[in-house]
Protein backbone atom coordinates (compact mmCIF):
# COMPACT_ATOMS: atom_id res chain seq x y z
CA UNK A 1 0.00 0.00 0.00
CA UNK A 2 1.31 3.43 -1.09
CA UNK A 3 2.67 5.68 2.05
CA UNK A 4 0.55 9.12 1.09
CA UNK A 5 -2.89 6.36 1.64
CA UNK A 6 -1.10 4.70 5.02
CA UNK A 7 -0.73 8.44 6.15
CA UNK A 8 -4.56 9.68 4.79
CA UNK A 9 -5.71 6.91 6.88
CA UNK A 10 -4.03 7.13 9.79
CA UNK A 11 -4.71 11.28 9.46
CA UNK A 12 -8.79 10.25 9.05
CA UNK A 13 -7.95 8.00 12.31
CA UNK A 14 -6.64 10.57 14.26
CA UNK A 15 -9.28 13.54 13.26
CA UNK A 16 -12.23 11.18 14.07
CA UNK A 17 -10.17 10.93 17.63
CA UNK A 18 -9.80 14.23 18.43
CA UNK A 19 -13.67 15.22 17.15
CA UNK A 20 -14.74 12.18 19.72
CA UNK A 21 -12.20 13.69 22.18
CA UNK A 22 -14.24 16.78 21.45
CA UNK A 23 -17.60 15.74 21.85
CA UNK A 24 -16.94 13.93 25.44
CA UNK A 25 -15.47 17.21 26.44
CA UNK A 26 -18.47 18.89 25.83
CA UNK A 27 -21.04 16.43 27.30
CA UNK A 28 -18.75 16.32 30.34
CA UNK A 29 -19.66 20.04 31.08
CA UNK A 30 -23.44 19.48 30.58
CA UNK A 31 -25.29 19.10 33.94
CA UNK A 32 -26.43 15.88 34.85
CA UNK A 33 -29.97 14.61 33.88
CA UNK A 34 -32.10 14.82 36.99
CA UNK A 35 -34.19 11.82 37.39
CA UNK A 36 -35.50 12.40 41.38
CA UNK A 37 -37.01 15.20 43.34
CA UNK A 38 -34.18 15.82 44.96
CA UNK A 39 -31.88 18.35 42.78
CA UNK A 40 -28.36 19.69 44.37
CA UNK A 41 -25.91 21.49 42.47
CA UNK A 42 -22.49 22.76 44.09
CA UNK A 43 -22.61 26.00 42.28
CA UNK A 44 -24.45 28.05 39.79
CA UNK A 45 -23.35 27.88 36.33
CA UNK A 46 -21.62 24.84 34.20
CA UNK A 47 -19.44 24.52 31.21
CA UNK A 48 -16.87 27.24 29.95
CA UNK A 49 -18.82 29.81 29.44
CA UNK A 50 -21.36 31.83 32.45
CA UNK A 51 -24.66 31.59 32.46
CA UNK A 52 -26.29 34.81 34.00
CA UNK A 53 -24.50 36.22 36.75
CA UNK A 54 -23.64 34.84 39.69
CA UNK A 55 -22.99 37.44 41.98
CA UNK A 56 -26.64 39.25 40.91
CA UNK A 57 -28.98 38.71 43.92
CA UNK A 58 -30.92 35.54 43.63
CA UNK A 59 -29.44 34.42 40.51
CA UNK A 60 -31.08 31.39 39.61
CA UNK A 61 -28.95 28.25 39.05
CA UNK A 62 -28.45 27.20 35.30
CA UNK A 63 -28.65 23.71 35.99
CA UNK A 64 -32.52 24.03 36.66
CA UNK A 65 -33.15 25.36 33.38
CA UNK A 66 -31.31 22.58 31.49
CA UNK A 67 -33.09 20.27 33.07
CA UNK A 68 -36.34 21.58 32.53
CA UNK A 69 -35.26 22.57 28.72
CA UNK A 70 -34.47 18.60 28.33
CA UNK A 71 -37.91 17.34 29.26
CA UNK A 72 -40.35 19.98 27.98
CA UNK A 73 -38.73 21.35 25.33
CA UNK A 74 -37.24 20.50 21.40
CA UNK A 75 -34.68 22.73 19.49
CA UNK A 76 -36.56 25.58 18.36
CA UNK A 77 -39.56 25.92 21.02
CA UNK A 78 -39.91 29.24 22.19
CA UNK A 79 -39.34 29.96 26.12
CA UNK A 80 -40.29 32.92 28.03
CA UNK A 81 -39.22 33.79 31.47
CA UNK A 82 -41.36 36.54 32.66
CA UNK A 83 -38.53 38.01 35.53
CA UNK A 84 -35.46 36.87 34.21
CA UNK A 85 -33.06 38.83 35.95
CA UNK A 86 -29.58 38.67 35.03
CA UNK A 87 -30.39 36.12 32.14
CA UNK A 88 -29.88 32.56 33.00
CA UNK A 89 -32.56 31.54 31.29
CA UNK A 90 -31.34 33.44 27.98
CA UNK A 91 -27.94 31.74 28.42
CA UNK A 92 -29.07 28.67 28.55
CA UNK A 93 -31.49 28.74 26.21
CA UNK A 94 -29.13 30.04 23.50
CA UNK A 95 -26.68 27.52 24.24
CA UNK A 96 -29.41 24.74 23.66
CA UNK A 97 -30.83 26.10 20.59
CA UNK A 98 -33.56 27.42 21.88
CA UNK A 99 -35.89 30.31 21.01
CA UNK A 100 -36.26 32.61 24.25
CA UNK A 101 -37.41 35.87 25.23
CA UNK A 102 -36.31 37.13 28.94
CA UNK A 103 -38.41 40.42 30.71
CA UNK A 104 -37.92 41.66 34.06
CA UNK A 105 -39.02 45.36 35.74
CA UNK A 106 -35.18 45.97 36.38
CA UNK A 107 -32.94 44.10 33.72
CA UNK A 108 -29.64 42.86 34.19
CA UNK A 109 -28.45 41.62 31.09
CA UNK A 110 -28.34 43.24 27.54
CA UNK A 111 -30.73 41.13 26.06
CA UNK A 112 -33.41 41.16 28.48
CA UNK A 113 -36.54 43.62 27.96
CA UNK A 114 -37.82 45.74 30.82
CA UNK A 115 -41.75 44.75 31.27
CA UNK A 116 -43.89 44.38 34.38
CA UNK A 117 -44.74 40.97 34.35
CA UNK A 118 -48.52 41.20 35.09
CA UNK A 119 -48.99 41.86 31.28
CA UNK A 120 -46.35 39.89 29.20
CA UNK A 121 -46.31 40.79 25.61
CA UNK A 122 -47.54 37.81 23.79
CA UNK A 123 -50.09 35.94 21.88
CA UNK A 124 -52.13 33.56 23.68
CA UNK A 125 -51.37 30.07 23.16
CA UNK A 126 -48.05 30.96 21.98
CA UNK A 127 -45.40 29.67 24.12
CA UNK A 128 -43.70 26.07 24.30
CA UNK A 129 -42.89 26.56 27.97
CA UNK A 130 -42.15 29.82 30.59
CA UNK A 131 -39.66 29.81 33.99
CA UNK A 132 -40.00 31.90 36.79
CA UNK A 133 -37.85 32.44 39.87
CA UNK A 134 -39.89 35.23 41.43
CA UNK A 135 -38.99 36.98 44.48
CA UNK A 136 -39.98 35.09 48.00
CA UNK A 137 -41.08 38.26 49.60
CA UNK A 138 -39.53 41.86 50.55
CA UNK A 139 -36.40 40.13 52.58
CA UNK A 140 -34.51 41.08 49.14
CA UNK A 141 -34.09 44.20 47.28
CA UNK A 142 -34.22 43.83 43.86
CA UNK A 143 -34.50 47.29 42.29
CA UNK A 144 -35.79 50.94 43.48
CA UNK A 145 -38.76 50.04 40.64
CA UNK A 146 -42.07 50.96 42.97
CA UNK A 147 -44.13 48.39 41.11
CA UNK A 148 -41.56 45.37 42.15
CA UNK A 149 -43.35 42.77 43.49
CA UNK A 150 -40.61 41.85 45.64
CA UNK A 151 -41.12 45.00 47.25
CA UNK A 152 -44.16 44.04 49.29
CA UNK A 153 -44.06 41.29 52.49
CA UNK A 154 -45.08 37.55 51.75
CA UNK A 155 -47.22 38.04 54.89
CA UNK A 156 -49.23 40.50 53.14
CA UNK A 157 -51.76 39.08 51.17
CA UNK A 158 -51.59 41.25 47.93
CA UNK A 159 -48.01 39.86 47.34
CA UNK A 160 -50.29 36.50 46.02
CA UNK A 161 -52.50 38.55 44.47
CA UNK A 162 -49.83 40.36 42.53
CA UNK A 163 -48.16 37.16 41.95
CA UNK A 164 -51.72 35.62 40.66
CA UNK A 165 -51.59 38.53 37.83
CA UNK A 166 -48.26 37.02 36.62
CA UNK A 167 -49.54 33.09 36.90
CA UNK A 168 -52.74 34.27 34.40
CA UNK A 169 -50.20 36.08 31.74
CA UNK A 170 -48.62 32.87 32.22
CA UNK A 171 -51.19 30.62 31.83
CA UNK A 172 -52.95 32.75 28.95
CA UNK A 173 -49.79 33.13 26.76
CA UNK A 174 -49.05 28.69 27.47
CA UNK A 175 -49.97 26.38 24.49
CA UNK A 176 -52.41 23.61 25.89
CA UNK A 177 -50.56 20.90 27.28
CA UNK A 178 -47.68 23.25 27.90
CA UNK A 179 -45.34 23.33 30.72
CA UNK A 180 -44.54 26.25 33.60
CA UNK A 181 -41.74 25.76 35.97
CA UNK A 182 -42.00 27.80 39.39
CA UNK A 183 -38.93 28.59 41.66
CA UNK A 184 -39.64 29.44 45.05
CA UNK A 185 -38.74 29.40 48.32
CA UNK A 186 -40.18 29.78 52.05
CA UNK A 187 -39.68 32.38 54.45
CA UNK A 188 -38.38 32.86 58.07
CA UNK A 189 -38.32 36.18 59.36
CA UNK A 190 -38.69 37.82 62.79
CA UNK A 191 -39.62 34.27 64.70
CA UNK A 192 -42.71 33.65 61.70
CA UNK A 193 -42.28 31.33 59.58
CA UNK A 194 -44.78 31.98 56.00
CA UNK A 195 -45.19 28.49 53.94
CA UNK A 196 -44.60 30.94 50.79
CA UNK A 197 -43.65 28.00 48.64
CA UNK A 198 -47.11 26.20 49.10
CA UNK A 199 -49.56 29.40 49.21
CA UNK A 200 -47.75 29.78 45.47
CA UNK A 201 -48.73 26.03 44.68
CA UNK A 202 -52.47 26.19 46.29
CA UNK A 203 -53.13 29.79 44.18
CA UNK A 204 -51.39 27.59 40.82
CA UNK A 205 -53.84 24.90 41.34
CA UNK A 206 -56.79 25.97 43.29
CA UNK A 207 -56.99 29.69 41.47
CA UNK A 208 -55.25 29.36 38.18
CA UNK A 209 -56.34 25.97 37.26
CA UNK A 210 -53.11 24.46 36.09
CA UNK A 211 -52.57 20.50 36.76
CA UNK A 212 -49.36 19.41 38.93
CA UNK A 213 -47.10 17.72 37.51
CA UNK A 214 -44.76 17.26 40.67
CA UNK A 215 -42.61 19.25 43.15
CA UNK A 216 -38.99 19.42 43.41
CA UNK A 217 -36.54 20.39 46.12
CA UNK A 218 -33.71 22.25 44.80
CA UNK A 219 -31.03 22.49 48.04
CA UNK A 220 -30.28 25.92 48.87
CA UNK A 221 -26.57 26.53 48.19
CA UNK A 222 -24.21 29.95 48.69
CA UNK A 223 -26.69 31.95 50.39
CA UNK A 224 -25.44 34.72 52.68
CA UNK A 225 -27.52 32.60 55.24
CA UNK A 226 -24.72 30.02 54.74
CA UNK A 227 -22.09 31.08 57.56
CA UNK A 228 -20.79 30.40 60.55
CA UNK A 229 -22.39 33.52 62.35
CA UNK A 230 -26.17 32.18 60.95
CA UNK A 231 -25.69 29.01 62.16
CA UNK A 232 -24.76 30.21 65.20
CA UNK A 233 -27.95 32.23 65.69
CA UNK A 234 -29.97 29.47 64.47
CA UNK A 235 -28.96 26.97 66.85
CA UNK A 236 -29.08 29.81 69.96
CA UNK A 237 -32.70 31.14 69.12
CA UNK A 238 -33.97 28.01 68.17
CA UNK A 239 -34.91 28.36 64.42
CA UNK A 240 -34.44 26.78 61.03
CA UNK A 241 -32.30 28.16 58.00
CA UNK A 242 -33.53 27.75 54.66
CA UNK A 243 -32.02 24.87 52.95
CA UNK A 244 -34.35 24.58 50.01
CA UNK A 245 -36.40 26.07 47.55
CA UNK A 246 -39.45 24.60 45.72
CA UNK A 247 -39.58 24.16 42.02
CA UNK A 248 -42.96 23.64 41.22
CA UNK A 249 -44.18 22.09 37.79
CA UNK A 250 -47.46 22.30 36.57
CA UNK A 251 -48.68 22.49 32.88
CA UNK A 252 -51.60 24.28 30.93
CA UNK A 253 -54.66 21.88 30.48
CA UNK A 254 -54.65 20.01 27.22
CA UNK A 255 -58.76 19.85 26.12
CA UNK A 256 -57.50 17.56 23.40
CA UNK A 257 -59.00 13.89 24.06
CA UNK A 258 -56.65 11.57 23.46
CA UNK A 259 -57.45 8.23 21.31
CA UNK A 260 -58.01 5.41 23.82
CA UNK A 261 -57.35 2.70 20.90
CA UNK A 262 -53.71 4.58 19.95
CA UNK A 263 -52.52 5.93 23.43
CA UNK A 264 -49.92 2.85 25.00
CA UNK A 265 -50.54 1.48 27.86
CA UNK A 266 -48.04 0.94 30.56
CA UNK A 267 -47.60 -1.10 33.58
CA UNK A 268 -46.12 0.78 36.63
CA UNK A 269 -45.10 -1.09 39.64
CA UNK A 270 -45.82 0.28 42.87
CA UNK A 271 -42.70 1.49 44.73
CA UNK A 272 -42.50 2.78 47.91
Known sequence: MPKEV???KKEVINNKKVVSQIVVNQDEEKPPFETTTLWDYPRQSYGKK???NNKFQGVTPAFIIWNMLQRYTKPGDLV???MCGSGTTIDVCEEERRRVIGYDINPQHP???KNDSRKIPLADNSVDM???DSPYGDNVSYSNEPAD???ISAEDPKFYEELEKVAREIYRILKPGKVMGWLIGDQWVK???TPVGFKIYQMLVDNVKFEPIDLICVARRNQSSNTRIWHYRAQKFNFFLRGFKYLILVKKPDNKVENSKSAKKVKWQKYK
Do not use: S
Open 6 to 8: INN
Open 50 to 52: PKG
Open 80 to 82: VDP
Open 111 to 113: KVI
Open 130 to 132: VFI
Open 149 to 151: IGK
Open 191 to 193: RRF
